[in-house]
């Protein structure tokens, strides 16, 4: 059994001291772990598949350098390939999922400078109907708003929408950010 595997069905998510000296000694052979997890499941939506992401992030913090990037790039990707379709079929806890994530831990974004390729999958979040402002999905639309308010290009898409939306759900928030 593979030890990412072993990780995500062990609740407890620790490790024997064995097992944490081979993925020290052999990262490589844990990063396929990780790339092969990420490609079999490029297509899962469900709830349990998102918190097992949560869960072996939360598991392999900053403090296991390669593997920890490994996992970022992986999730990076997944989220990008996946979100559009996540929006299509309306999987508002899944979107609120991922959203979170990078609100929290800024870390999963490859690319501290250019996240220009986010910005563009997750701006139609936006213009999504909301039942009220504490849905999943207004609240992931908050969060999208907080993570791009700093960046030059997010700062366009969030005036692009004031411009194009007629129902303004977000401006005050928007309005607050670009203060």
Do not use: W
Not at 24 to 39: D, G, H, T, V
Not at 54 to 81: A, K, L, M, T, W
Not at 96 to 102: E, G, V
Not at 127 to 144: G, K, Q, T, V
């Amino acid at each position: 059994m593979s030890i990412l595997i072993k990780i995500i069905e062990n609740k407890t998510l620790s490790l024997t001291d064995k097992e944490k000296k081979y993925i020290e000694k052999y990262p490589e052979k844990f990063i396929e772990e990780i790339n092969l997890y990420f490609q079999d499941l490029s297509t899962n939506y469900s709830d349990e598949f998102l918190f097992n992401i949560v869960n072996v992030y939360h598991f392999f913090s900053d403090d296991y350098g390669v593997i920890s990037e490994c996992f970022h790039r992986n999730f990076y990707s997944y989220y990008i390939d996946n979100i559009s379709k996540m929006i299509s079929c309306r999987y508002d806890f899944g979107i609120y999922t991922l959203i979170d994530l990078f609100y929290c831990y800024p870390a999963f974004f490859p690319y501290k400078n250019n996240n220009e390729e986010f910005i563009i999958k997750t701006y139609p979040i936006l213009f999504l109907d909301i039942d009220n402002m504490s849905s999943y999905i207004a609240i992931a639309s908050i969060r999208f708003i907080g993570i791009i308010a700093n960046d030059i290009k997010g700062k366009f898409y969030l005036e692009r929408y004031l411009n194009e939306t007629k129902d303004n759900n977000y401006e005050e928030y928007i309005l607050e950010e670009l203060e």
